[in-house]
């Protein structure tokens, strides 16, 4: 008896029903208690404004719980003028986002116990204003995605968080969702980490059975997933220095531009993961490559 491609598997071919996952929970300080999040359409008025003159100026800017987007590490990392692989030695330490089991890079904090000032801070604030993380341009606002049950595709929305250290929220400054993101620079990260949100949001709706299609992700999977999302360089070094390129139908139009690109070749990777991890159909195997490769699973089944 042949096994069944668990993508076929009509039990565990769609897992139907409404998750909520927080990609920035955005409460970055040490609080215990913020008052509880208030969600927001994209419409939607708050006040909040932050500048020199409030009396908490810094303060969430120091042991601050932040992961780096695959966005936020090449802005960074092109700010600090070094490549990603540098960046990340010097200023992130390994974590892992829990609801999806999946490895990332958080940014250092200075201080033994990591409760310190955020390296880039100086008494003239952010030294990396222009180029910092999605999760410090959100701010107070955190962003979650939902999958509502018997929908197929998901949707964002944000949610405000009240920290009682933090001031902002009693200056007087209404606005949108909208517009607080315009002014934020957000979308341009979110255009670049879409991919990636997608996946963490994916494995999170997977969690409760054990993985996609009931099956754990591998630690070899989990790496790539790192190396994607955090070192370009070695992810552009697996593509042109492996079998990749032997493997899958890429254009050879595409070629100079994935090597130069860091963006376009974050979005192959992240559309290469979704097929190795969920067999999503967003990146083809050729045709040669595929035929061995069933040749070679029925071959382990003893099915020739
Ligand atoms: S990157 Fe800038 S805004 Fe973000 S925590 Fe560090 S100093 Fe603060
Ligand atoms: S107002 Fe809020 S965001 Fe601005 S410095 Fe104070 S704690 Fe940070």
New binding site residues.
């Given amino acids: 008896m042949s096994e069944q491609d668990p993508s076929t598997n009509p039990d565990l071919k769609r897992i139907d029903k409404q998750i909520e996952v927080e990609i920035f929970d955005a409460v970055?300080?040490d609080e215990e208690n913020p008052v509880m999040p208030v969600r927001l359409k994209s419409g939607d008025m708050f006040n909040?404004?932050?500048?020199r003159g409030?009396?908490?100026?810094?303060?969430?800017?120091h042991g601050a719980d932040i992961t780096l987007t695959p966005q936020d590490i090449l802005r960074l990392s092109a700010n600090k003028g070094i490549r990603p692989r540098e960046f990340l030695a010097e200023y992130t330490l390994p974590g892992v986002w829990e609801r999806a089991d999946l490895p990332v890079a958080k940014l250092k904090m200075t201080g033994a116990d990591g409760k310190g000032a955020c390296h880039f801070l100086t008494d003239e604030g952010c030294t990396v204003y222009d180029d910092r993380p999605a999760t410090c341009r959100y701010?107070?606002l955190g962003l979650a995605s939902i999958k509502p049950k018997g929908a197929d595709i998901q949707e964002d929305f944000c949610f405000l968080v009240k920290?009682s250290?933090?001031?902002?929220?009693e200056?007087d400054n209404l606005q949108t969702v909208d517009q607080f993101r315009k002014e934020q620079g957000i979308e341009d990260y979110d255009r670049v980490n879409r991919g990636w949100m997608d996946i963490l949001m994916k494995m999170a709706s997977w969690a409760s059975i054990g993985g996609p299609y009931g099956k754990g992700v591998t630690p070899q999977v989990k790496q790539m997933f790192f190396l994607v999302s955090t070192d370009v360089d070695g992810f552009r070094q697996f593509v042109f220095e492996t079998k990749f390129l032997a493997t899958y139908e890429i254009d050879p139009e595409a070629f100079d531009l994935l090597k130069e690109n860091d963006e376009a070749l974050l979005l192959l990777g992240f559309d290469w993961l979704k097929s190795v991890m969920f067999q999503d159909k967003t990146i083809t195997m050729k045709e040669n490559v595929l035929h061995e490769a069933i040749a070679k699973a029925r071959e382990n089944m003893g099915a020739v």
């Fill in positions: 970055r300080g909040f404004s932050c500048h409030v009396s908490c100026w810094n303060k969430c800017c701010y107070p920290e250290h933090c001031k902002g929220h200056e």
